[in-house]
């Protein structure tokens, strides 16, 4: 499970920790312009358009990085926004940028983490490995949890429609799925809480984000 935990690890970092000021509209409709993620979650229409993966360009920009340590094939295309609530909306895509052509669509299918190995040498693991193309996540702050497609029971898919000029658009939806622990949990009890399976359902979901090619994540053996 290490490149679940470096995925999420870094999540935060590479979105929060640089969110700009672009501010969002007022409205409830589905327009969007460059810079913006827009979806619906759980029925509710959601706008993520601040905050960006650089601290070297403006906040619009997100990042293609080919030496990428949290990746299974060491590539990601990251897209990924906040929204006003500081909910995040990340999507990650380990292909090679200048191999997709569009239209592409990745399909993510339940996982069996139990089926999960780190020994790159075993064929089931590298088979394992390939198999995850994609992956959308949602942090919700209300409740302090991630909510990823990456799940037994989750899936999705994403769908590239243009990739000119590092430019890509597209649009996605799935099932997400988190463990939640209640933090109103009575502290006079000796045992930890048990997390409760909890899901998301994202739909109408469409982006448009100006891609940079860095690494903002230093890569370490």
Not at 72 to 82: A, N
Not at 91 to 97: E, G, P, T
Not at 180 to 191: L, Y
Request: with cysteine; proline share 3%; hydrophobic share 35%.
């Amino acid at each position: 499970m290490k490149i679940y935990q470096k995925l999420v690890a870094t999540l935060l970092i590479s979105l929060v920790a640089f969110t700009g000021c672009k501010k969002d509209d007022e409205d409830d409709s589905i327009s969007y312009e460059l810079g913006d993620i827009v979806c619906k979650i759980d029925g509710v229409q959601k706008k993520f358009s601040l905050g960006g993966s650089s601290s070297s360009v403006q906040s619009n920009v997100n990042h293609y990085d080919d030496n990428y340590f949290a990746s299974p094939t060491g590539k990601v295309i990251q897209v990924g926004r906040v929204d006003e609530a500081f909910s995040v909306l990340t999507i990650d895509i380990f292909k090679d940028l200048d191999q997709i052509k569009a239209p592409q669509t990745y399909n993510i299918e339940p996982m069996d983490y139990e089926n999960f190995f780190e020994d790159e040498e075993n064929e089931e693991d590298m088979m394992y490995l390939n198999g995850k193309e994609a992956m959308i996540s949602f942090v919700n702050f209300s409740n302090y949890s991630t909510y990823m497609s990456w799940h037994p029971k989750g899936n999705a898919s994403i769908t590239i429609t243009s990739t000119a000029n590092d430019i890509i658009e597209g649009s996605f939806e799935g099932w997400l799925y988190a463990s939640v622990v209640d933090m109103d949990f009575n502290m006079d009890f000796d045992d930890d809480p048990e997390p409760e399976v909890d899901s998301v359902h994202v739909t109408e979901g469409k982006f448009k984000i100006q891609l940079v090619r860095e690494s903002i994540i230093p890569y370490y053996n």
